[in-house]
């Protein structure tokens, strides 16, 4: 079983059927929509 996670948010998108236990990063979800986090300036 391999999961398929989110590089922005870390939540998981999907799973797929593998022999081996893996993860896979997708660039972008429904729920950030492929924005990277914006980091604060101080």
Avoid: A, R, W
Wanted: net charge negative; charged share 30%.
């Amino acid at each position: 079983m391999g999961t398929i996670v989110c590089q922005c948010c870390n939540s998981t998108v999907d799973h797929f059927e593998d022999e081996k236990v893996s993860v896979l990063y997708s660039k972008k979800c429904c729920h950030c929509e492929g924005q990277q986090p914006k980091l604060e300036e101080k």
